[in-house]
């Protein structure tokens, strides 16, 4: 069994640690005020840790979910292929019903079992083994991309560039780094004075709780607005950009996030202001034709009528909390990903992305 502390050389804020085959996430559900890891060796741990959110963010759901099938392979006695696979593919099922929206769960899922598809005639003993590094190679590469990712979008960003974000696509979300504040950081990076409003994110509080976070610690300007502040901001002329992450983007480029990217790019685009897209390839999903046809999460209503405990609605008022919403193509000025750019003909260029990273 690998034993190894994650990302060791990384450096950097990371949600989660793996060691001596424990997965420990950092939960963010505490966050700022407490930071607590919490412990995971198996299967339905880890699909509750997704669910109830100590661990949110497209990418890194995905990473956890490659660990949780490696603690179900584990823990499977069958021997013989078939009633491995079959306990396996019931696990997966398990991971990837836990969060609808992101895709990158199930693509992380997908490439657990393709894995063992591949290796149908080893031992299972083998198998396990390789699982294991499958996950580690998951998360490992998220990095990367996010790196890579950095290098292609932060040429858009100007030196002094005032750029606002939407819910948090940084470090906590990701294998490390981010990709909306990976960009920023990599600007940073390349000398460039890059102040940033975060918007706070109502209900969950992602940007308050998250996005300030990190950003201060790593000492990057950050000031954070309600999420009804920023359309007045932008007709003072005090945004020069829009940064954000993504959870699942159809072939047209329409592009699921966090609720309220929708307004905040209507309002980028009423102000004549860019609004990026910044997302690993394993967010783009070929097989849904444009955004309507993407599952979007609805979560209970106590996130939207309490603050912590204290309620903050009368008892009984109708609730809708839908947790993402999708933001047509038309208006976002670019998508950025590990393998280059895309405008204007998503569709032709996000195939074209894909490819290249096949
Ligand atoms: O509900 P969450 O916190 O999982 O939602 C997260 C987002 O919407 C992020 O913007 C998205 O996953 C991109 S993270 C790099």
Known sequence: MASCDFFPDAGGIRPYRYRDGVLHLLDQRLLPTEEVWLEYRDCQGVAEAIRTMVVRGAPAIGIAAAFGAWFAARDIQAENFDGFWREFEQACATLAATRPTAVNLCWALERMKSLVRANALQPTVNLKIALEYEALAIAEEDLRINRALGRHGEPLLADGARILTHCNAGALATGGYGTA????????????????????????????????????????PVTLICDNMAGWLMAKGEIDGVIVGADRIAANGDTANKIGTYSVAVLAKEHGIPFYVAAPIS??????????????????????????ERRLAPEGVAVRNPAFDVTPARLISAIITEHGLARGDYRTRLAELVAKGR
Do not use: C, M, N
């Not at 960009?183 to 990076?189: F, K």
């Not at 070929?286 to 309490?306: C, F, K, N, Q």
């Open 283 to 308: 967010t783009i999903d070929l097989t849904l034709a444009d955004g309507s046809l993407i599952p979007i999460e609805e979560r209970g209503e106590r996130e939207v009528t309490h603050s912590g």
């Open 181 to 220: 504040l990976g960009v920023i950081r990599a600007a940073v990076s390349a000398g460039k004075q890059i102040s940033v409003y975060a918007d706070e994110t109502r209900p969950w509080l992602q940007g308050a709780r998250l996005t300030a976070w990190e950003l201060q610690r790593d000492g990057i």
